[in-house]
């Protein structure tokens, strides 16, 4: 897919546009961004690129990514300590942390603990007992967290209803974090039926209260969908048992929109609908979730449609595929396509023509928009920001120097 994207863009036309077009299409807020009510997130984002594969070594991992070098940063800066920065590491980037710069983060989640659904032991943990991430996290006072995830709807009904299975998790998850000597956990159930609301809780419940009480220092964190439709999150009930909350500020646009748009637009608007990061935290300080327990996960990828019109908005084709930053970044500085910035959503984007005239567009985040959403998040007090995931931009040392300006302090 790869290849054919390459030679699709060879002679790419330029198509001047911005949103102050005169042909723009009427946006109906009710239909822009429908997200699905038992939330899950795209393929990408929870398996990684090469998603099909079952590779059981970081080496296996590099070389289908061609990963050959590492780029190590000097580590100019420390993280500021009113500030939580928190990164993702699939099991699929390899060895992509050795070019990590851990004095910027306050915590690195390995993901994941891919849940059995009828046992509570795990499908799979890749390299989660033997990987150095951990070690090199640890050097730099980083915390190490085992993201536990378990997707869709028959999965987690048949989990959430069944304690034996939860009880085999706990103690599960009791070993592998006494193993690694890590700092907690990091829930990802995307897909949790309506029906099981309080069967969620109770599990989260008894989750923390048992971690607790083979190591009181463990940390429990919950990641938050973007749109929880079905009220799933129970917050006033679980809050005593959940040290942290990442938001999952992505995927407000995909695969399922009728129109291309912005992966993580910051604010509600006429033009890109209610859904957004702005609405979201609202919504979950609300529920009663505390500021400084909130961190904003934020998008390293974006998304490429096939639109009706090189206008925004533009009603979409088809969708074609998500990027990683670094593969965005390599599509249009090797073409040479224009990157342009929507103040409305803060977004970066990107409209040409393939060589058959059709009309593409793809929407990311990079230093510009990411700067401005790191601003709003500072202003809102909050406890800082996640990133989705680290070694997306493999190679390009922008995103982490603008963590160090918005988030570190220069070492004595």
Same mark, same amino acid.
């Given at each position: ?183 907690g956990i990091n829930i990802d159930f995307e897909g949790v039926p309506k029906r099981s609301k309080q069967d969620f809780s109770n599990f989260l419940i008894n989750l923390s209260t048992k971690l607790r ?21 129970? $917050?006033?009930?679980? !809050?005593?048992?959940?040290?942290? *909350? ?6 407000? @646009?995909?695969? #399922?929109? %009728? ?71 390599? $599509?249009?500085?090797? !073409?040479?396509?224009?990157?342009? *910035? ?6 970066? @984007?990107?409209? #040409?023509? %393939? ?58």
């Amino acid at each position: 897919m790869k290849s054919k994207l390459l030679l699709s863009i060879l002679f790419l036309t330029i198509i001047a546009c911005g949103t102050d077009k005169k042909e723009k299409e009427p946006v109906n807020i009710s239909n822009t961004s429908e997200i699905s009510k038992e939330y899950t997130t795209s393929d990408f984002r929870k398996k990684g690129i090469h998603s099909n594969l079952n590779l059981t070594s970081e080496a296996q991992w590099d070389s289908i990514n061609k990963l050959k070098h590492h780029y190590k940063l000097a580590s100019k800066h420390h993280l500021r300590k009113e500030y939580r920065t928190f990164g993702w590491h699939l099991y699929s980037s390899g060895s992509a942390y050795k070019s990590y710069n851990f004095s910027l983060l306050w915590g690195i989640s390995y993901f994941s603990y891919q849940v059995n659904p009828e046992t509570g032991s795990y499908k799979n943990i890749h390299q989660w007992k033997t990987t150095a991430l951990i070690d090199s996290a640890k050097i730099h006072q980083c915390k190490v967290f085992l993201s536990v995830s378990n997707f869709g709807s028959k999965n987690n009904s048949k989990f959430l209803s069944n304690p034996k299975a939860q009880e085999t998790l706990i103690d599960s998850l009791t070993t592998l974090l006494k193993l690694r000597n890590a700092d907690g956990i990091n829930i990802d159930f995307e897909g949790v039926p309506k029906r099981s609301k309080q069967d969620f809780s109770n599990f989260l419940i008894n989750l923390s209260t048992k971690l607790r009480a083979s190591n009181s220092k463990y940390l429990v964190s919950l990641a938050l969908y973007a749109v929880d439709q079905n009220k799933i999150f129970d $917050i006033k009930t679980i !809050n005593p048992y959940i040290d942290i *909350y990442t938001l999952m500020g992505y995927d407000y @646009y995909g695969s #399922f929109s %009728d129109q291309a748009g912005p992966i993580s637009p910051l604010n509600s608007s006429i033009q890109w609908g209610e859904n957004s990061v702005a609405h979201s935290i609202d919504y979950y300080l609300d529920q009663g979730v505390y500021p400084n327990d909130l961190i904003v996960g934020l998008p390293y990828y974006g998304g490429e449609w096939q639109t009706k019109t090189v206008s925004i908005p533009s009603k979409t084709d088809h969708f074609i595929k998500h990027y990683s930053y670094t593969r965005i970044k390599e $599509i249009i500085e090797s !073409n040479h396509v224009e990157v342009k *910035y929507d103040t409305i959503s803060s977004s970066a @984007y990107s409209v #040409f023509k %393939d060589t058959e005239d059709n009309p593409r567009q793809i929407w990311f985040e990079d230093s510009i928009s990411l700067s401005h959403k790191y601003d709003w998040i500072k202003s809102k007090k909050l406890s800082g920001i996640g990133i989705w995931a680290l070694g997306y931009d493999h190679g390009n040392p922008e995103l982490w120097h603008l963590l160090a300006n918005k988030f570190g302090g220069e070492k004595e």
